[in-house]
């Protein structure tokens, strides 16, 4: 990608932990080491910053976060004005993840503040904060109303009021999220690259989605019916196997065999959230493939 600052070609990296650092990492034996470890490494900045305000696991959560949100900044200010759509489709996953993160905290009665949320390039703060200050899920059903969210939201909480189980409500933001990546899919100007891409993050969406499902006991027929319905489109071969899967596990076996998924890890996860993030991992590495083939550095000569 070029990037244009002040006229000059620029490309802005960052030394990350490699294999052996995370390793070394999840070999400490206390939080302190850990943060030791840190701050002698690339986020040193952010956990200087954050020292004077927290300590312990609060620390590490907010110098990482502050981290993160520098480098979208850093991301937001370098990237082609033609990029910046894209880019701001993907940061509002963060801003999907905050009010699931508020909707959980009303829903099981929890208190939460602005500091609990990671606040990204282009997120609606007045409406987290509106949200933020509702009472309760009705409220908040309210305050989405005139939103983006508003049809979706409500339409779940049709169906929160029936069954009282806010999953539904998490759900619908998800589907909301994705249905737009799906859109930008199939009709937005991208790249073959970058539409590949974006088409395989919603397809482990999808897996994960129907895992889910099968976990809670759901119905194979319904289960069948929901992935045709939200997977934006024909369902992907994947999808296809799983939802013909005659069991949870053989369904999670379809998984594991997917090629760029670690399949002995898959089968080896304790629960549904260790298959997530071996697909989180899966995907990052796919992405890094994708950007190894589809990045071109400016010609210096």
């Given at each position: 990608a070029e990037i244009k600052s002040g006229g000059a070609m620029c490309i802005q990296a960052r030394k990350l932990f490699d294999r052996d650092g995370i390793r070394e990492l999840m070999a400490v034996r206390s939080l302190s080491e850990v943060v030791e470890m840190l701050e002698e490494g690339p986020y040193k900045k952010a956990f200087v910053k954050a020292s004077t305000r927290h300590s312990g696991i609060e620390l590490v959560k907010h110098a990482l976060d502050d981290d993160l949100k520098t480098t979208f900044h850093n991301v937001w200010t370098f990237a082609p004005s033609k990029a910046r759509p894209l880019i701001a489709l993907l940061l509002k996953q963060?801003?999907?993840?905050?009010?699931?993160?508020?909707?959980?905290?009303?829903?099981?009665?929890?208190?939460?503040?602005?500091?609990?949320?990671?606040?990204?390039?282009?997120?609606?703060?007045?409406?987290?904060?509106?949200?933020?200050?509702?009472?309760?899920?009705?409220?908040?059903?309210?305050?989405?109303?005139?939103?983006?969210?508003?049809?979706?939201?409500?339409?779940?909480?049709?169906?929160?009021?029936?069954?009282?189980?806010?999953?539904?409500?998490?759900?619908?933001?998800?589907?909301?999220?994705?249905?737009?990546?799906?859109?930008?899919?199939?009709?937005?100007?991208?790249?073959?690259?970058?539409?590949?891409?974006?088409?395989?993050?919603?397809?482990?969406?999808?897996?994960?989605?129907?895992?889910?499902?099968?976990?809670?006991?759901?119905?194979?027929n319904d289960v069948k019916k929901f992935i045709e319905r939200n997977s934006f489109g024909r369902p992907a071969a994947l999808l296809r196997k799983m939802v013909d899967a005659q069991s949870e596990r053989a369904a999670l076996e379809v998984l594991a065999g997917e090629r760029r998924v670690d399949g002995k890890a898959v089968l080896a996860a304790k629960d549904l959230s260790g298959v997530e993030v071996e697909l989180e991992k899966a995907l990052l590495a796919y992405a890094r493939k994708t950007l190894s083939a589809s990045v071109r550095l400016p010609n210096r000569s």
């Open positions: 963060w801003e999907v993840n905050n009010l699931k993160k508020a909707i959980a905290a009303k829903a099981l009665a929890r208190t939460v503040s602005p500091s609990d949320f990671l606040l990204v390039e282009g997120e609606d703060v007045k409406l987290l904060e509106k949200v933020v200050a509702q009472e309760d899920l009705q409220g908040i059903a309210k305050a989405l109303d005139h939103s983006e969210y508003g049809p979706s939201f409500g339409k779940a909480f049709v169906e929160y009021e029936k069954n009282k189980d806010f999953r539904v409500l998490l759900s619908c933001l998800d589907e909301h999220y994705f249905a737009r990546i799906s859109k930008e899919v199939s009709y937005g100007k991208l790249d073959a690259k970058t539409r590949e891409f974006l088409a395989k993050k919603l397809e482990y969406a999808s897996a994960l989605a129907l895992l889910r499902m099968r976990h809670s006991g759901m119905k194979p």
